[in-house]
T-cell receptor
């Protein structure tokens, strides 16, 4: 029973297309995240939502738009895809208070833009 | 602002040998510290974390780490590695006083390569 699940796992698409990645967690957490991991394995936070409210929005292009319909789901929509968007995108979740909570990651979505 | 430095991008080590993966952090306030592991083609999972109390923290798979406040370090150790420990290891830090929500900063990762 997967705790944080994201789909699709692999996505190959052409430049200029629009695509979405979906994420769901069944841990009862109230905070969800999107991270981007580049080819050098560097992991950078993009967004964080707490109870459907955006709380962290790092310097991410406007082409990236997260949407949280409820606290168990956080989807990522990307418009006008560029070559540099190729990366692995990880969804994650944790309890929302700042007490050193563990972050639980999904298995990643491998996005390749050609 | 908080930051994490992992001094070694790759660490090759023979099977059954000990290993230490180094991590230093920078923060103007008290922090929580974490080590996560990423096996090939998988997401990250928690190895161990330091919240408070004893500075020696034990985690899963025989790993441990020691919090050293004076040296701002949180090095990860294992006395005897197995082939299955081959993975990417990420040190991470979060500020204890970040306004009610958690913001974790990850290091660039250290690839542990266990050689048979």
């Amino acid at each position: 029973d997967t705790a944080v699940s994201q789909t699709p796992k692999y996505l190959v698409t052409q430049m200029g297309n629009d695509k979405s990645i979906k994420c769901e967690q069944n841990l009862g957490h109230d905070t969800m995240y999107w991270y981007k991991q580049d080819s050098k394995k560097f992991l950078k936070i993009m967004f964080s939502y707490n109870n459907k409210e955006l709380i962290i929005n790092e310097t991410v292009p406007n082409r990236f738009s997260p949407k949280s319909p409820d606290k168990a789901h956080l989807n990522l929509h990307i418009n006008s895809l560029e070559l540099g968007d190729s990366a692995v995108y990880f969804c994650a979740s944790s309890q929302g208070d700042n007490s050193g909570n563990t972050i639980y990651f999904g298995e990643g979505s491998w996005l390749t833009v050609v | 602002a908080q930051s994490v430095t992992q001094l070694d991008s790759q660490v090759p080590v023979f099977e059954e040998a000990p290993v230490e993966l180094r991590c230093n952090y920078s923060s103007s306030v008290s922090v929580y510290l974490f080590w996560y592991v990423q096996y090939p083609n998988q997401g990250l999972q928690l190895l161990l974390k330091y919240l408070s109390g004893s500075t020696l923290v034990k985690g899963i798979n025989g790993f441990e780490a020691e919090f050293n406040k004076s040296q701002t370090s949180f090095h990860l150790r294992k006395p005897s590695v197995h082939i299955s420990d081959t993975a990417e290891y990420f040190c991470a830090v979060s500020d204890r006083h970040s306004g009610g929500y958690q913001k974790v900063t990850f290091g660039i990762g250290t690839k542990l390569q266990v050689i048979p």
